[in-house]
């Protein structure tokens, strides 16, 4: 079956980098749209970043330029680099598969999440 396993995450403080990785398995990676999804809080979650199946990323715009989705195919492993981190970054961050290879709304495969805290 499909699984998704998130590590990387931990406390920072602001302005600090941090890099998760989510190996996936059950699946051949290589042909999947991933993303990573973050939820604060009280918020609801959000997609932070994705990367369809030949590397094309998109970006919410609030990690533009901060925030680096990534792909290794040969490890079956997704990578979110982070950087110039600040409070409002703090959240669960989420790994997820796509349905397909570009990347629709439809991610009905989750990871177990990693947490993020950063501080002031």
């Known amino acids: 079956q499909v699984q998704l396993v998130e590590s990387g995450g931990g406390s920072v403080q602001a302005g600090g980098s941090l890099k998760l990785a989510c190996v996936g398995s059950g699946f051949i990676y290589s042909r999947y749209c991933m993303a990573w999804f973050r939820q604060a809080a009280g918020k609801e979650r959000e997609v932070t970043a994705t990367i369809d199946y030949v590397g094309r990323t998109s970006y919410a715009d609030s990690v533009k330029g901060r925030l680096t989705i990534s792909r290794d195919n040969a490890k079956n492993t997704l990578y979110l680099q982070m950087n110039s981190l600040t409070p409002e970054d703090t959240a669960m961050y989420y790994c997820?598969?796509?349905?397909?290879?570009?990347?629709?709304?439809?991610?009905?495969?989750w990871g177990q999440g990693t947490q993020v805290t950063v501080s002031s």
């Open positions: 997820a598969r796509n349905s397909g290879s570009y990347c629709s709304n439809d991610f009905p495969f």
